[in-house]
């Protein structure tokens, strides 16, 4: 019977993604479909909009609108710019020192904002003309802002680590933003390296000499903006307030922020709301679809066919963790992150816990491969946002994706096969 409930699931939410339906209803419909192989319509229906209902009760997701919102703010408040200038005066000077500014700047503001979304629009919209002047290729400029703005999804706060969670029936938030600082720092680094050798290849220019005047004079004016990660991670870590507090301190921050740099004014405000509750509304429903299906899959004993099908395979911990990888890769490809983080940790997760993996280190390790999704078509919306932002096509992108796809897969497997990348800061922190 579970096989058929395998089938039904899959076949129906492949057929509507395929013909159009957005991937909350494609999610939603393949759930009710799937239920009603065993139950009739109107317990089905009713279960199902219980099970939304109730994925959605959890105070930790109060954190994803705040931590929009904050991210909205940032990304009209001045904050991108100080970032990039700072980054310029570390980097700028270099050959080809514009590729490295895109990498550490959609680091730190990825990190801030927490929305890779965010950071591919704001740094390619501000760096992009100014490569494109400097005789930068501007596919290869896309392809390193495309990359590079995945890694504020590692580095916290998170709102995917904060879904990853939720998913894994309470893995410690503080422990998962703590973990992603050395996976988010080293995978910037290989596609710091990366871009590298395309300076070497292209020999592409670098900038001016900055003075230590400068470098502290811009040093400075970034210092508020990075002070939001310390007072957010700090707190948190500290015990002072918990993620979803943070993500509340972090919005009167970067408001009042915002306002200090006269950048912001308050009849922009409703704009950044009603965007803020348009993304909050999708991730939202989202959620709560992908909760609706997980309990589905639970209720059919699905997660425990497919463990069973992987451990007929292999009891090797290696041999799984590289299927899992496999399997999340090809997920990353045609499914957006948060419903497959819902779905797939209930799934995996018992797994690898079985097998002695950590499930803070699963939790990166997952992210990064659903990360690279991100970046590759048809479904990648960083990719498109990225491509958008440079004025090209896809199909001029692709040829210097590559190089990056391959550092960030590379990286992955690093992380994969070294767990006190990932677990050394939470262990030194005690979480």
Wanted: hydrophobic residues 55%; neutral net charge.
């Amino acid at each position: 019977m579970e096989y058929i409930s395998i089938i039904i699931l899959v076949l129906t939410f492949i057929t509507l993604m395929g013909i159009g339906v957005p991937v909350a209803w494609s999610l939603g419909l393949s759930s009710l479909l799937t239920l009603l192989v065993s139950v009739t319509f109107i317990p089905s229906a009713t279960t199902i909009a219980q099970r939304m209902g109730t994925g959605l009760d959890s105070f930790s997701l109060l954190a994803i609108p705040f931590f929009v919102l904050a991210g909205e703010i940032m990304n009209r408040g001045g904050i991108a710019n100080r970032l990039i200038e700072l980054a310029k005066a570390i980097t700028g000077r270099l050959p080809g020192g514009l590729l490295y500014v895109n990498v550490i700047a959609a680091m730190l503001f990825g990190a801030i904002a927490g929305s890779a979304a965010a950071a591919a629009s704001a740094i390619g919209g501000i760096l992009g003309k100014r490569m494109e002047k400097e005789g930068y290729p501007k596919e290869l400029g896309a392809a390193v802002n495309i990359t590079s703005s995945t890694t504020g999804l590692i580095i916290p706060p998170s709102n995917i680590l904060i879904v990853y969670s939720l998913a894994s029936g309470g893995v410690s938030i503080a422990a998962l933003f703590i973990a992603g600082y050395l996976p988010g720092i080293f995978i910037g680094l290989l596609l710091m390296l990366t871009a590298a050798i395309f300076v070497k290849r292209k020999h592409l220019p670098g900038g001016e000499v900055t003075s230590i005047k400068d470098l502290v004079s811009k040093f400075l004016k970034a210092f508020p903006s990075l002070m939001l990660l310390v007072v957010v991670m700090g707190g948190i870590v500290g015990g002072v307030f918990t993620a979803t507090e943070a993500s509340a301190i972090a919005v009167i921050y970067t408001l009042g922020l915002s306002f200090f740099y006269k950048e912001l004014k308050w009849k922009e405000l409703p704009a950044i709301l009603l965007k803020s509750s348009e993304t909050t509304a999708v991730v939202m429903l989202l959620i709560a679809t992908s909760m609706s299906m997980s309990w589905v899959m639970s209720s059919e004993d699905i997660p425990q066919s497919i463990s069973s099908a992987l451990l007929s395979v292999s009891d090797n911990i290696w041999v799984i963790l590289l299927l899992i990888n496999i399997l999340l890769l090809f997920v990353g490809i045609f499914m957006d992150m948060t419903p497959a983080v819902l779905i797939f940790t209930p799934i995996f997760l018992p797994i690898v816990t079985a097998l002695g993996i950590d499930p803070v280190h699963f939790g990166i390790i997952m992210i990064l491969n659903l990360c690279i999704g991100l970046c590759t078509p048809p479904v990648g919306s960083v990719l498109f946002i990225g491509v958008g932002v440079a004025q090209t096509n896809i199909e001029k992108v692709v040829k210097p994706l590559v190089p990056f796809f391959i550092a960030m897969i590379l990286g992955l497997i690093v992380i994969t096969v070294w767990p006190s990348l990932t677990l050394w800061l939470p262990r030194m922190f005690g979480l």
